[in-house]
């Protein structure tokens, strides 16, 4: 997330939201490429003897356009799950996402076995106020199947103008028949950061890591400050959970601000170039208070490299359910005047040296997140995962488990019960991950002392 942007193709934060979830690096311009072999040029004349054939002979007049996007969309996805061809209005379009304001219905999608899925509907949108899910399968959009499309197809045909309408048949574990859902087209302004305080305890949600992430981040710290009052506040919770990823420098950004000192992640890559490794800068905002992170299922990328980030320093501890898994860094890279390219060029390490591509991290505590009792019969009880998904990079290295995963079984983490990884309550009380940071940070009965453990800082 974010196929997917989040590592996954965010395809539809309705609009249509390209920075996966997963974590979108720098932009930058391509290198010089090496020679080509004779195989090489060989192949090259294949394409276009093929391409050729079909402008000749195929039963309707192709566009060129279009034959040479598709080309290039197969010979990337073939790749792995998020390198992608945009084309220019797509290039334009993640532009806009990423700034944090887009047009569309409020929903991150990919796309899997020819149907356009749900990642997660995003708050207070359109999608969230129908009552769209994690993991639906959307089949129609008004009534023409989306079975032959590309997700950036499916993603044009569900924008639209604000004010207009859109039909969308859907497919739900649990529920016999395909059903329909009519959703009104608004302008989506994706508010990335909420905060609220809960008595002595500062809370901070962090939807989406856009360019607006780091900045809403410090202005919440500050108002929870002044509202709660900076000497009285006991600790910090910083929600990651459904939260697929988005730029890279942000993240990085949102780590520094609760470090003092040492590594936030490192990059590496097939090329030297993308060896890279960033540090935090003295100055804890926090001033070492007690911090609580929460993530799930659907906390992916740049929120896994905030997460490892946190977790390998001692700085926080991690409440919640495994988190996707996407270890991979992806560039854009630009073709002037023809679109761009999402390439993925490094894995990130955490500050341990430890990758988390396909395998994501185990929470200090696991706290399974209840569903109420109307959606029980109908969330799906497993979500799609970085491993889940066809084409997915290996995890290469030979690294130990950290004592959390070592002390959580997988049974413990994939266990088939009435809950889902990545399902967050909008209601505080009904919130148990949240609620149970709560009473931890205030030393209640959790059967837990806070911190759990004592972690090596590094």
Known sequence: MIRKLSLMFLGALMGASLVITFAVAPWETTSPAHAAGSDTYRNLSLFGDVFERVKREYVEQPEDEELIASALNGMLSALDPHSSYLSPKNFEDMAVETSGEFGGLGIQVTLEDGLVKVISPIDDTPAHKAGMLADDFITHLD????????????????????????????????????????????VIKLTSVRSKAFDDIGYVRITQFNGQAFAGLKDAIGELEKEIGADKIKGFILDLRSNPGGQLDQSIAISDTFLDQGEIVSTRGRNKEEDKRFYARAGDMLKGRPMIVLINGGSASAS??????????????????KSFGKGSVQTIIPLGNNGAIRLTTARYYTPSGRSIQAKGIVPDIFVKQELPEELKDMFPQASTTEATLKGHLENEEDVADTEAEKSVTEGDTEEKLPYSPSYVPVEAEKDTQLQYALKLIHGEETNEAYPPKVKKSI
Do not use: C, W
């Open 143 to 186: 009534g023409q199947p989306v079975r032959g499309l590309t997700l950036n197809e499916a993603v044009d045909k569900m924008r639209g103008k604000p004010g207009s309408k859109i039909e969308l048949t859907v497919i739900r574990e649990g529920i016999e028949k395909p059903f329909k859902v009519e959703i009104t087209r608004e």
């Open 304 to 321: 896994e490299i905030v997460a490892g980030a946190l977790y390998d320093h001692g700085r926080a501890t991690l409440i919640g359910s």
